[in-house]
């Protein structure tokens, strides 16, 4: 077996050896080459302790990332390698981390620590790999397995249990039965978990190519990190759109998305509002009023909780909000669009309604309207067609020299040239726009 490191990586180990001391690369980047896949991050253990790795790598840029636990990032080309000392860890109190470590020179002590056997693997050029606890084995097989006790591991950091779910989810692979009763069990420690660490290990698991299975296996333990999903799992939509309950449904609709991370968000809230805005008419059809507006004040609030980004919280949540929209295929509707979302967010609507709509009894028809869309969508970007202030052929000191003052008058006129524009009654032409400032300004 050969694995290919990248020269900044291998550069990295020979000055640990050139110092005296072993090292290997584990983890993730072991993993990841014998799936064929690039490594994101090449991480090496060694017996080093940090101060030792300090020295070692006098002349390289090195950052005190993790002291207390043995680590050390160093930069080597322009990348990070995170160097870890080989540890035992001390009992975990709080489900997080460590209290306490104990360093070691001892591989193969550093490996029984690890969370997951894929993850339990080093490497190293000349010596080869070493493989304590079948991680290989796992690999081929498609399983996923604790390394020593599930239970053990799950109590040590509550964040394994969603990793499983995202590696289950990422790599398509099977929980094994002990791995599986134990996160089940074990599920309530993620609440000691901070919103941070449970967003990262979400974003991933929602864009795994096997995302629908783990969302509909595991809906218990994601409800415990997400509690305002638990009204939908079992929730019947009692509509003839609908054939699926509220959670089936999502799940669906999130598997049959493109992989981005913004619209599989707003799919997996677009409809938390519906069991609270049920209500059933006369021939006993389910209806959902209200509901974009109460899923969109839950997303916002699970994303707060979270920590996401303001400007991911922002685009998520108008997606939700407007995901029940009707979309008309006609150029002047899909420019009212584009000046309210911007074409990157007006793609990721369509995207969404897509999906929703592929996950319903009259997909067929519906799909064909947003595919028109598309099509003018296209067409009206291609021809640079005017949706936005920038795009008119007039601006603010055109209309001052019209003699308009400056102020709120200028962007009041500003703007109702653009919606005249965008609904074609005026073309975007400067002499026929300064035109129509000046008679607006008179009033």
């Keep these: ?28 980047c072991v993993r990841d080459s014998l799936l064929g896949t690039l490594p994101a991050d090449w991480d090496i253990a060694t017996n080093a302790l940090p101060e030792q790795v300090k020295t070692a790598f006098r002349g390289y840029t090195v950052v005190d990332t993790g002291l207390k636990h043995g680590t050390v990032t160093v930069v080597s ?50 010596q080869g790999l070493v493989d304590d606890w079948g991680g290989k084995r796992d690999l081929k097989d498609k399983v996923l397995r604790c390394v020593g006790d599930p239970e053990q591991r799950f109590k040590e950091d509550a964040l394994r249990i969603l990793r499983a779910l995202r590696f289950g989810a990422v790599l398509g ?23 941070e660490r449970i967003r990262e290990e979400l974003v991933k698991l929602l864009c795994g190519k096997n995302v629908q299975q783990i969302l509909l296996t595991y809906r218990s333990i994601l409800g ?7 009204p939908a799992f079992d929730f019947d939509q009692k509509n003839p759109h609908h054939y699926l309950t509220v959670w089936e449904h999502t799940v669906q609709a999130i598997a049959g998305s493109i992989p981005s991370i913004r619209v599989r968000l707003a799919l997996l ?13 006369e021939k006993g059809i389910g209806h959902f009023y209200g509901h974009p507006e ?7 609030e699970i994303m707060h909780r979270l920590r996401f980004d303001n400007a991911t919280i922002d685009r ?31 793609r990721e609507l369509l995207a969404v309604k897509a999906a929703d709509r592929s996950a319903t009894t009259h997909k067929y028809e519906n799909l064909s309207v947003i595919q028109l869309t598309e099509n003018i969508l296209d067409e009206v970007i291609a021809q640079k067609q005017c949706f936005t202030r920038e795009q008119l052929n007039i601006n603010g000191s055109d209309l001052m020299d019209l ?20 609904d074609e009654k005026l073309p975007n032409q400067p002499a026929l726009l300064k035109k129509r400032a000046a008679a607006l300004w008179r009033g």
């Design 1 to 28: 077996m050969n694995i290919k490191i990248p020269e900044y990586a291998m550069r990295a180990l020979r000055v640990l050896e050139s110092a005296g001391f072993s090292a290997y690369f584990v983890g993730g």
């Design 316 to 346: 998520v949540t108008a997606l939700v909000r407007y995901h029940d929209y009707d979309v008309v295929p006609q150029s002047k509707s899909v420019k009212r669009w584009l000046n309210r979302l911007g074409e990157e967010g007006f």
């Design 269 to 281: 809230f677009h409809d938390l509002g519906k069991p609270a805005s049920f209500s059933v008419d």
């Design 173 to 195: 692979f099977t929980i094994e039965p002990k791995t599986e009763a134990a996160l089940r069990q074990k599920r309530a420690l993620l609440m000691n978990i901070s919103g």
């Design 403 to 422: 003699g308009i003052p400056q102020g709120k008058e200028i962007g009041r006129i500003l703007d109702e040239l653009l919606s005249l524009v965008i």
């Design 77 to 126: 080309d322009y990348h990070n390698l995170e160097i870890t000392t080989y540890r035992i860890d001390g009992d975990y109190s709080d489900a997080r981390r460590p209290d306490s470590v104990i360093f070691t020179t001892d591989l193969h002590e550093d490996l029984k620590r690890r969370d997951f056997t894929v993850n339990a693997m080093a490497y190293h050029p000349e």
């Design 294 to 300: 109460l899923s969109e004040q839950a997303a916002r």
């Design 224 to 230: 415990e990190v997400l509690p305002e999903i638990r």
